[in-house]
Nanobody, 124 residues
Framework: QVTLVETGGGLVQAGDSLRLSCVVSGYTDSVAALAWFRQAPGKEREFVSGISENGGYTDYADSVKGRFIISRNNAKYTAYLQMDSLKPEDAAVYYC?????????????????WGKGTHVTVSS
């Protein structure tokens, strides 16, 4: 079994930054690529960013490209999401997920293991 725990959410003002962390534990050999999704109230969960197993490939949703940076530290079984220039529309619950493939997918249906999420609120 794999457990993913997200931390780092909070209440910030528009233009501020936050850094989310996701720690993977348990059967870590079953998790290679990692990804972040988010879900705003009343909306479906959407892909934000993904990173390959070795960190050499990253993918971003157009809405966050140039503002968010995903990274990982495999020695610490941790993924990060640096979020800069936050906008009110970035407010959501952010979820970390991963699976055994080397490269991330943008489809949430491809993932089975999810964290419980961390809340990000951005005031205007």
């Amino acid at each position: 079994q794999v457990t993913l725990v997200e931390t780092g959410g909070g209440l910030v003002q528009a233009g501020d930054s936050l850094r989310l962390s996701c720690v993977v534990s348990g059967y870590t050999d079953s998790v290679a690529a990692l990804a972040w999704f988010r879900q705003a109230p009343g909306k479906e969960r959407e892909f934000v960013s993904g990173i390959s197993e070795n960190g050499g490939y990253t993918d971003y949703a157009d809405s966050v490209k140039g503002r968010f940076i995903i990274s990982r530290n495999n020695a610490k079984y941790t993924a990060y999401l640096q979020m800069d220039s936050l906008k009110p529309e970035d407010a959501a619950v952010y979820y970390c997920t991963g699976y055994a493939r080397d490269y991330p997918s943008r489809s949430e249906q491809d993932y089975r293991n999810w964290g419980k999420g961390t809340h990000v609120t951005v005031s205007s």
